[in-house]
């Protein structure tokens, strides 16, 4: 709703070349039925909210936020599987956000998903090669040299034995599991891939293997990614562009390194300083406590929907929702939706003393 | 299966006055397709007040030993072996009647998975109330406003009304705080926190881990912390235990652990996780290979399919010996190579790598 009064910032970092992705003011709300004998529609959940945001050629955008803030739903809004109820999605220029079946058939080739559960994502009554060579037989591609050649040579570019293409999923790990569905997701030479969090169900020392083997396909092939994650590390070490997700709507986009080191929105910062840090003498980490639960997307507060966990929210707060903007002493495309931002470096200094005042006034 | 025939106690000195001492504990379950050894030769201690973190991936053992202390494995399929005592008491040996006495009073479990863990039959309150009025003959009334005292301090708004609801009307955080309710309503000695945050956010996680914290200083308890994330035994543990493949392959302080881990899976772990600081052009270094099974686990050292340093040891030790904890360069750890190799390796390469 919002999204669309704001002047759109002419993309603000040209750097990257080309737009892929072009998403303007993306909404899904999903319809809640109630009421007897006739059932209607007594809500909505409004899952994402006017979410406006680019992806270009090449470029890996991370997703980050709170379980609930519809970062996947938006990225099954990218790949059509959801029908959106609002906004555009323009993929080279085309708009597809109600584009028919058979209009969508060749987009769909080029943006291809990874999923974030390695179990459920695999049908366990196909071998290992029908489920690399779907894609192919649906969309009618013949590769030269075969389908089969094709799906024992993406085995080994995702790192497992092209011998166990006549395998079922059962007899892989989680992690090699998670390997098949990336080699599935490159059956067609996507330009696109959305990474719904496809660590997150990894054992730490496999998560590494998988974000290395992505990293390499998003350099040596070029393929932009969509990587939606909740773990801020890694989301940092995939993506030179991360946005920030709050209950349906981005609330800071920015540089991989403007956002870490210059956070302005006041949720961003207290997302960076609640990640746990290995290191015992890294004590410059300063705490911030959000008190409570992310409220219900059914019926989300007035204005900035931060502001029932921001301890600088004020009355404007409530009544008036800020647009997500470039803000005074951000860089170019650094957008941030709130109405006391941060002031970077400083916020962390004073932050800590801040929170403790806070949090009093909160109990 | 293995060589290695001394035993491996290498254990503390001061045994006898450890709140919760664990001595050499085997678990093992009989399958369809064999004998899992999921624990071998265990051995822990945990005194009064202090918090131990057990580091480890699925299937490492952390958890099933955990369930061994609590007695809650099924004795039609496990053996368990070597002794546990919690305040001198043995438990192991112990009776079905006599663990009932101290499990929910004296000991205490949270469980990863609230809503699996929680009855969606009763409501929150009459959960929290029931192991209460069970230890200590408390009627109805009271119950439930222990119950609404517990809510309160740990933290969930308006725990009047809060106390009649049902775990579906709360949420994943408040869930999980009204699991650490249950589990602290008797006032515990030993906590035994089976991934407590592993399911939620940072922010909630955040909050969880400030609260049993807080609830530790206030009343003192012991917390056996599992968890496979080690930002977060950072911020919790005092001590940490880390485990491959069933059994212990390094024990030490928070700070031996993680900045002068003597391990290679110790490195390994380091190395594999993205820190919020570190710079963004290094590639991770993933340890290679897979887990083991512990059906068939490898011979010698379990962790020398995927260790990168076994050209280091001389002859096939790694393949044909296990290494025992020993003591090196200041806390124990289970690797054949030489204090020497292993601290030039740490200073050399893996400091180096994660300071970057």
């Known amino acids: 709703m919002s999204a669309k009064t704001l002047t759109e910032p002419a993309d603000a970092a040209p750097t990257s070349g080309e737009t892929l992705l072009e998403v303007n003011g993306l909404t899904k709300h999903f319809p809640v039925m109630g009421g007897f004998p006739f059932k209607r529609q007594v809500g909505a959940v409004q899952a994402v909210d ?10 890996s955008l991370g997703l980050v936020g709170e379980s609930g803030c519809g970062k996947s739903t938006t990225g099954r809004l990218l790949t059509r599987l959801l029908e959106p109820t609002g906004g555009t999605v323009k993929y080279l220029g085309q708009d597809i956000t109600h584009a028919s079946r058979k209009e969508i058939a060749p987009i769909r080739s080029e943006i291809q998903m990874i999923f974030q559960d390695p179990y459920s994502s695999l049908n366990p009554r196909h071998t290992v090669g029908t489920i690399i060579s779907g894609p192919m037989e649906i969309n009618n591609i013949n590769p030269a040299g075969g389908r089969a050649n094709r799906v024992k040579e993406l085995l080994e570019i995702v790192g497992l034995n092209p011998e166990h293409f006549n395998r079922f999923p059962h007899e892989f790990s989680g992690g090699q599991r998670q390997r098949i569905g990336v080699a599935r997701a490159l059956a067609l030479n996507p330009k696109l ?9 990894l054992d730490v020392s496999i998560q590494a293997q998988v974000v290395n083997l992505l990293q390499g396909l998003q350099r040596e092939l070029g393929i932009a990614f969509v990587f939606i994650a909740h773990d ?65 997307p059914l019926n989300p507060p007035s204005g900035c929907r931060f502001r029932t966990r921001c301890w600088k929210a004020q009355e404007k707060c409530a009544t008036e929702e800020p647009p997500l903007l470039q803000i005074g002493g951000n860089d170019a495309g650094h957008l941030t939706a709130c109405h006391f931002p941060e002031d970077g470096d400083a916020a ?16 | 299966m293995s060589t290695l025939t001394k035993s491996e106690a290498v254990d503390a000195p001061q045994a006898g006055n450890a709140f919760l001492s664990v001595r050499d504990l085997r678990v093992r379950f009989r399958t369809e397709d064999g004998i899992v050894n999921a624990v071998n030769n265990l051995t822990f201690d945990l005194e009064q007040g202090k918090t131990l973190g057990i580091v480890g991936e699925s299937g490492s053992g952390k958890s099933v030993s955990n369930l061994a202390v609590m007695g809650l494995h099924n004795p039609r399929n496990t053996t368990i072996e070597g002794t546990v005592t919690l305040d001198g008491q043995e438990l192991l040996t112990a009776s079905q009647r006599e663990l009932e006495k101290l499990r929910g009073n004296k000991m205490a479990m949270i469980f990863q998975d609230a809503l699996a863990a929680l009855s969606p039959y009763y409501t929150i309150g009459r959960q929290i109330a029931e192991p209460f009025m069970k230890h200590t003959g408390a009627n109805k009334k009271e119950g439930r406003e222990r119950a609404i005292e517990m809510l309160r301090r740990v933290g969930i708004p308006q725990p009047q009304t809060r106390v009649d609801d049902f775990p579906h009307q709360f949420s994943g955080g408040m869930r999980q705080r009204a699991m650490i309710a249950m589990a602290l309503v008797c006032d515990p000695q030993l906590l035994i926190a089976d991934e407590p945050t592993t399911a939620l956010d940072v922010t909630v996680q955040a909050q969880i881990v400030d609260l049993l914290k807080d609830l530790q200083q206030e009343s003192g308890t012991s917390i056996v912390f599992i968890t496979h994330d080690l930002g977060v035994i950072r911020e919790i543990a005092d001590d940490v235990l880390v485990m491959y493949a069933g059994r212990a392959v390094e024990r030490g302080t928070m700070r031996e652990v993680l900045k002068t881990s003597q391990h290679p899976y110790g490195w390994g772990l380091l190395s594999s996780i993205p820190r919020i600081n570190s710079s963004v052009d290094v590639p991770l270094e993933p340890i290679p290979g897979t887990p083991p099974s512990l059906l068939n686990p490898p011979t010698g050292c379990a962790f020398n399919p995927r260790c990168a340093y076994r050209e280091l040891v001389d002859g096939d030790k790694c393949v044909t ?9 200041g806390h124990l750890s289970a690797c054949h190579l030489t204090p020497a190799q292993k601290q030039s390796i740490l200073t050399e390469q893996i400091l180096p790598r994660l300071s970057s």
């Open chain 1, 50 to 59: 006017g979410v406006t945001f680019d992806v270009h050629k090449g470029e």
């Open chain 1, 193 to 201: 891939i959305i990474a719904d969090e496809p660590v997150s169900a």
């Open chain 1, 232 to 296: 801020l590390s890694i989301v940092r070490h995939f993506s030179q562009r991360v946005a920030v997700m709050y209950l349906g709507k981005i609330v800071e986009i920015a540089d991989r390194d403007a956002l870490y080191t210059r956070p302005r929105h006041p949720y961003t910062h207290a997302l960076l300083s609640a990640a746990p840090d290995a290191d015992p003498d890294n004590n410059s980490i300063e705490r911030i406590r959000l008190t409570g639960d992310v409220p219900s």
């Open chain 1, 348 to 363: 962390a200094k004073r932050a800590a003393a801040a929170v403790p005042a806070a949090r009093t006034t909160e109990d």
């Open chain 2, 321 to 329: 010996e296990r290494p025992p904890l020993e003591l090196a360069n």
